[in-house]
């Protein structure tokens, strides 16, 4: 097909008929812009168009496509046939589409599925509750925190804190504490033990873990137990609440002998008066020594 002749045949036909472009362009369904292209032999008509071309123009599909009018009657089975072949044309188009449409759906419908998958997994190990990564000074354990609790594995409680302790062995441990806010973790220097910080409620609780006798310590217990047995500090008293005194804990640093700790303290004395201050905590004979009162400052 030659776009020039058909263009112009087109254009003579148009006007022959007394249609302007976009009279001929609301005949097809289209805009005048591609009927304009067609007469300026700029593009050709889509196979789709010939037929309803040739019949608003009062002509063969043959003569469109060879571009201009026959001398006499175009053959009834030459034109036939050419509209056979139209059709099976558009018929093979539209099949093309249709499965390029179907494919298109199916890659998209695999890929929509491989990235679901893909956050269940992420959500399922928690990787996206990655809150904070610690390695011992010695590098032979890690512990890796996060922000969901992975015990019951469809991280279901609010603001809790799971722990993860791996060993250069490859051996994890896991813990999780319910309805806590994770703040912070300190390692001993000598890798053997850390201290951990947890928001609840508003107040801070503190966990010593001895990874060597894999166990843990309800730290503010074994604090307050020590502070009962100071002179300096249990002169004061303290109320308490369901069993439990009212002394808030601050973890500060380890000693260089990987026991000792300064911990900051602070409570409401029986003499209705604040008390607050520091000291050094033995964490293996629980002793205390060097208390510094603030509020006596």
């Known amino acids: 097909?030659?776009?020039?002749?058909?263009?112009?045949?087109?254009?003579?036909?148009?006007?022959?008929?007394?249609?302007?472009?976009?009279?001929?362009?609301?005949?097809?369904?289209?805009?005048?812009r591609a009927v304009s292209k067609w007469e300026r032999g700029l593009c050709a008509p889509e196979i789709s168009l010939l037929e309803p071309l040739a019949e608003a123009l009062g002509c063969s599909v043959l003569d469109l496509m060879a571009g201009e009018r026959t001398a006499k009657a175009a053959d009834s089975q030459e034109e036939a046939r050419t509209r056979d072949v139209l059709h099976y044309s558009i018929q093979q188009v539209r099949r093309r589409v249709r499965l390029t449409r179907r494919w298109w759906l199916l890659a998209t419908a695999a890929v929509v599925l491989v990235l679901l998958l893909g956050g269940i997994a992420l959500w399922r190990s928690g990787v996206l509750f990655v809150v904070a990564r610690?390695?011992?000074?010695?590098?032979?354990e890690e512990v890796t925190v996060y922000s969901k609790d992975l015990v019951s594995g469809g991280f279901g409680l609010a603001d809790a804190t799971s722990l993860i302790?791996?060993?250069?062995?490859?051996?994890?441990?896991?813990?999780?504490?319910?309805?806590h806010a994770f703040q912070g973790l300190w390692w001993a220097p000598d890798s053997t033990k850390y201290v951990l910080a947890l928001d609840y409620d508003g107040r801070t609780y503190l966990a010593l873990a001895w990874l060597e006798y894999s166990f843990e310590r309800n730290f503010p217990a074994y604090l307050a137990s020590a502070m009962a047995q100071n002179?300096?500090?249990?002169?004061?008293?303290?109320?308490?609440?369901d069993g439990q005194p009212d002394i808030d804990f601050q973890f500060l640093q380890w000693g260089l002998d990987s026991q000792s700790m300064l911990i900051y303290y602070a409570f409401t004395g029986e003499d209705d008066q604040r008390h607050d201050g520091y000291f050094w905590y033995n964490c293996v004979d629980g002793s205390i020594r060097?208390?510094?009162?603030?509020s006596d400052r």
């Open 165 to 179: 302790v791996r060993d250069d062995n490859g051996v994890e441990l896991l813990i999780t504490y319910g309805d």
């Open 134 to 140: 610690s390695t011992s000074p010695d590098g032979s």
């Open 231 to 241: 002179s300096d500090l249990n002169q004061y008293g303290w109320t308490e609440t």
């Open 1 to 32: 097909m030659d776009n020039m002749k058909t263009g112009q045949l087109i254009r003579d036909l148009r006007k022959e008929k007394g249609m302007t472009q976009k009279e001929l362009a609301d005949k097809l369904h289209i805009t005048d």
């Open 290 to 294: 060097a208390v510094l009162e603030l």
